[in-house]
């Protein structure tokens, strides 16, 4: 009988996506679908009490209903991998308990890679949901996620600080336990916005720091504190991890799309802050910290030659050994036309306290964008983690009269829900419309003088939204209303537009 009633289920599934709201209220968290291939998928939902859940899907063979027990040690989240799907093909899903019944999800397949279709997505990240004072979201309630699912793109990226462990909002407690880390992402799984954007397409899913503690590196904060980040954050996203290479894969859609997942946080060393002193920015040539010196003092300074070597310091790693000579065989190997780097920590130069990004391993950014620039043709960097829009060419030694160029772009995005790149600088000088004014003096101006940013808008929420074709890659930066993202002056951020080489 219960199998006769899982069968009519699939028979029945909706056509459209239902928003979590209109579920029943037991799935109050929705569902998720993850790790999308051309023949697999990873389904997620959190069950509203411990025991058995199903699962129904279409369109699938008639076939017994997947089951699963919901269990208290993962918080009550069930996840399966759907496998044997048929390539570029829209999937319907549901969950089920008892009678309850959760949203129904989407998601698409990947085309096989023969195929040379256009694929479109949509990415963003840097999502805070704990309340403030009034009880409500401190920032905002997550527009830009429902931005993301409004664009019906065949997928969309989560990119790391899907939580705030430690939230800037004054005196919110830090969540360190597995327990309490599965409270913030309840807490942004509380908002429509990101149920909406989880049920509404396949959801790539990837960790920064904040899912662990700001700017995270295991020899400084520990082994503990990181199991429970990877532990609340597998149980809250379907994703694929490994002890040897943690978050780091790959998916391929079609001919002309391969993304290459970089974990940045598994394998790093520890950063150089300590022995800098925290300098403002001390790989910046010494004209440039005294040009800069009436809003910080503390770069009229000279750099400590400790570390400027700590910084270039070619045993500090990034990725780990292991996981730079999978990226770098894999990528080499790409025969994709296009090759997307989704990035944790940005790649391009901007010298302000570079500690936690590239910058701050600069051996290994060097070595790293020499082989891209060598061996592969067409590639490029998304990236979040600043709280801002900085598209720029990838340079090394950019404040100098002839920057060395690797012909590869970085698109930098976000945030969804925490304070703005512009008002962390204001914050962090102690000086308003400090942000905007380093934007307009330093991120714009072409190099010596400045770093040349196509775009450089500090204080928006925004998502970058992507087309890829055989020819052409072309991001445009949007805000929480699907605008185009402008910069302070008023002036639109205009869409990067790639030609393949």
């Given at each position: 009988m219960r199998r006769l009633a899982m069968l009519a289920a699939v028979a029945t599934l909706a056509v459209a996506v239902v928003s979590a709201d209109a579920a029943t209220p037991g799935f109050r968290y929705g569902v998720a679908a993850g790790e999308i291939t051309s023949t697999?998928?990873?389904?997620?939902?959190?069950?509203?009490?411990?025991?058995?859940?199903?699962?129904?899907?279409?369109p699938s063979p008639i076939a017994p209903p997947i089951c699963m027990v919901a269990r208290p040690g993962n918080d009550l989240v069930v996840q399966t991998r759907l496998t044997g799907l048929r390539p570029d093909t829209r999937y319907r899903y549901q969950f089920s308990q008892g009678r309850g019944s959760s949203g129904v999800g989407e998601f698409e397949t990947t085309p096989a890679v023969v195929a040379g279709a256009t694929v479109r997505f949509a990415i963003s990240g840097d999502a805070d949901a704990t309340p403030g004072v009034n009880g409500k979201p401190g920032f905002n309630r997550f527009e830009v996620y429902a931005r993301m699912a409004a664009e019906r793109n065949d997928f969309n990226i989560n990119l790391g600080d899907t939580i705030y462990s430690d939230s800037e909002i004054g005196g919110a407690p830090v969540a360190r336990t597995v327990q309490e880390k599965w409270g913030k992402y309840k807490l942004g799984l509380a908002l429509p916005a990101l149920r909406t954007l989880r049920a509404s397409a396949g959801l790539y899913s990837h960790w920064d720091d904040h899912e662990f503690i700001n700017d995270f590196s295991r020899p400084e904060n520990g082994d503990?504190?990181?199991?429970?980040?990877?532990?609340?954050?597998?149980?809250?996203?379907?994703?694929?991890?490994?002890?040897?290479?943690?978050?780091?894969?790959?998916?391929?859609?079609?001919?002309?799309?391969?993304?290459?997942?970089?974990?940045?946080?598994?394998?790093?060393?520890?950063?150089?802050?300590?022995?800098?002193?925290?300098?403002?920015?001390?790989?910046?040539?010494?004209?440039?910290?005294?040009?800069?010196?009436?809003?910080?003092?503390?770069?009229?300074?000279?750099?400590?030659?400790?570390?400027?070597?700590?910084?270039?310091?070619?045993?500090?790693?990034?990725?780990?050994?292991?996981?730079?000579?999978?990226?770098?065989?894999?990528?080499?190997?790409?025969?994709?036309t296009w090759k997307v780097v989704v990035n944790e920590v940005p790649i391009q130069q901007y010298y302000a306290l570079p500690y936690d990004r590239w910058e701050g391993y600069a051996a290994e950014r060097d070595k790293l964008l020499g082989f891209l620039r060598a061996n592969v043709r067409n590639v490029v960097f998304v990236t979040t983690d600043t709280h801002g829009n900085l598209v720029n060419e990838i340079r090394s030694k950019t404040l100098?009269?002839?920057?060395?160029?690797?012909?590869?772009?970085?698109?930098?995005?976000?945030?969804?829900?925490?304070?703005?790149?512009?008002?962390?600088?204001?914050?962090?000088?102690?000086?308003?419309?400090?942000?905007?004014?380093?934007?307009?003096?330093?991120?714009?101006?072409?190099?010596?003088?400045?770093?040349?940013?196509?775009?450089?808008?500090?204080?928006?929420?925004?998502?970058?939204?992507?087309?890829?074709?055989?020819?052409?890659?072309?991001?445009?930066?949007?805000?929480?209303?699907?605008r185009p993202v402008r910069e302070a002056t008023g002036v639109e951020c205009a869409p990067l537009v790639l030609t393949a080489r």
């Open positions: 697999s998928a990873l389904l997620w939902t959190r069950a509203p009490a411990a025991g058995r859940v199903c699962l129904a899907y279409r503990a504190i990181y199991a429970a980040g990877v532990k609340a954050f597998r149980d809250y996203a379907p994703v694929t991890y490994s002890s040897a290479l943690g978050l780091y894969r790959t998916f391929r859609w079609g001919k002309h799309l391969e993304l290459f997942f970089l974990d940045e946080r598994s394998f790093r060393s520890a950063k150089a802050t300590q022995v800098c002193g925290g300098d403002l920015a001390p790989t910046a040539p010494q004209a440039v910290r005294d040009g800069f010196a009436t809003l910080a003092p503390s770069l009229k300074a000279p750099v400590s030659a400790a570390c400027l070597a700590a910084i270039d310091d070619p045993t500090r790693t990034m990725l780990g050994a292991r996981q730079y000579a999978a990226f770098t065989k894999a990528i080499k190997a790409s025969t994709a100098s009269a002839a920057p060395e160029r690797y012909g590869i772009w970085e698109v930098v995005t976000g945030p969804v829900a925490t304070n703005t790149f512009a008002k962390e600088i204001d914050g962090f000088l102690g000086t308003p419309g400090a942000g905007t004014a380093i934007g307009a003096l330093f991120f714009k101006p072409p190099p010596p003088s400045g770093m040349g940013m196509r775009c450089a808008a500090l204080d928006t929420y925004s998502y970058a939204q992507v087309t890829v074709t055989a020819r052409r890659l072309t991001v445009g930066m949007k805000d929480a209303k699907g």
